[in-house]
């Protein structure tokens, strides 16, 4: 439990940090998603869009914070190979 005003607004800014963090984290997940379904499909231009889309958020949650460098770079690499594909 936060006893001081300081502790209680480092709560705050946890929470408001994780909310902004989950939303990098979910929105990469669904075009990951949106990916995967236009590389079976063989639609290479929705292909083109979401990868380009797919990697600027990596870009800037990496950017932020929200996702390790390392672990950006691992799923940027994971999107060109599902790209090789097509």
Do not use: C, P, W
């Amino acid at each position: 439990m936060a006893n001081t005003k300081q502790q209680r607004k480092r709560v705050r800014v946890a929470q408001r940090q994780r909310l902004e963090n989950l939303r990098y984290k979910s929105s990469i997940k669904t075009y990951f998603r949106r990916l995967r379904e236009s590389v079976t499909t063989g639609d290479s231009d929705s292909a083109a869009q979401t990868a380009k889309k797919l990697t600027s958020t990596i870009d800037k949650a990496a950017a932020r914070n929200a996702i390790h460098k390392n672990n950006a770079a691992h799923k940027k690499s994971k999107v060109a190979r599902l790209l090789s594909g097509l």
